[in-house]
């Protein structure tokens, strides 16, 4: 695979895709990245978010980043033997796990399209209509797989929103990975359009962000900081969409300040 595993231990690296032995969540991977609905929905998403309400990244870069750091937590959470349930408790195969996040990582943003404000329930119905059209393209799935399939989407796409409470180990890494999207690129057309709120700035002081197996935990995620700012992105966000996961247990997080003129805050570990 391109990403970190629980076997080979590379490094993530944000701009691979994904190459997973079955086939299924490659070509689901080759749909959604190829559809002109689907990428239209993922550019007009950022009208809202950072046209409107001067938000960070909402858009195609921040769905990517997402997806790809699903399908990395996810590949290293098997590999550290740590079990999903969301496919099992349908009676789907293990190889439609993959898909859930894929899937999800790639929906769960759509309704910005309507407003910024409460987005995650205007996904829900927006992403359903979607699912209907392409999971049976896809021609792995009768109509009940497929309708088991859509339902553990839409519960992975509404539990990335805080308020929520995810029930399978797929929506845990769907909220987990959406905080993960934290780097300073993600705040580049609100920064530099004069935006210096705290989301904003926050995001300008995280430098890098690897996954990769850690020692006693599944996972390991490492952030890099430039300034003690960056202690929001890890402390108020990050740590929100990780308490009520169900990763906790399996997800160690480590954030150093590698600027050396800035030591208010040198390390900080969840």
Same mark, same amino acid.
């Given at each position: 695979m391109a990403n970190s595993s629980g076997n080979g231990g590379r490094e993530y690296d944000p701009d691979a895709e994904h190459n997973f032995p079955d086939e299924r969540v490659n070509a689901v991977l080759d749909e959604i990245l190829s559809d002109p609905e689907v990428t239209t929905y993922l550019e007009a998403q950022n009208v809202n978010a950072v046209q409107r309400k001067g938000y960070n990244d909402h858009g195609t870069k921040h769905i990517e980043i997402v997806r790809n750091r699903a399908l990395c937590l996810y590949d290293l959470l098997k590999g550290g033997d740590v079990a999903c349930n969301g496919a099992a408790d349908q009676g789907l195969d293990e190889a439609d796990e993959p898909v859930i996040l894929a899937l999800a990582a790639t929906l769960h943003d759509i309704g910005h399209v309507v407003h910024r404000d409460d987005h995650v329930y205007y996904s829900i119905p927006l992403a359903a209509d979607l699912l209907d059209r392409l999971v049976p393209q896809l021609g792995f799935y009768d109509t009940e797989e497929a309708v088991r399939l859509k339902a553990e989407v839409l519960h992975a796409i509404l539990c990335h929103h805080t308020a929520e409470d995810p029930l399978t180990t797929e929506a845990g890494i769907i909220r987990v990975a959406d905080a993960l999207d934290m780097e300073r690129g993600r705040s580049r057309i609100p920064y530099e359009k004069g935006g210096r709120g705290i989301n904003t700035l926050s995001s300008q002081a995280i430098e890098n962000v690897s996954l990769r197996p850690g020692d006693g935990k599944a996972v390991l995620v490492e952030i890099e900081m430039i300034n003690a700012a960056g202690v929001?992105?890890?402390? %108020? &966000? /990050?740590?929100?969409? /990780?308490?009520?996961?169900? &990763? +906790? +247990?399996? $997800?160690?997080? $480590?954030? $150093? %300040?590698?600027?050396s003129g800035d030591q208010l805050v040198e390390r900080i570990e969840l």
């Open positions: 929001y992105q890890v402390d %108020n &966000l /990050l740590k929100a969409k /990780l308490d009520g996961s169900g &990763l +906790e +247990e399996h $997800v160690r997080i $480590v954030a $150093v %300040n590698t600027k």
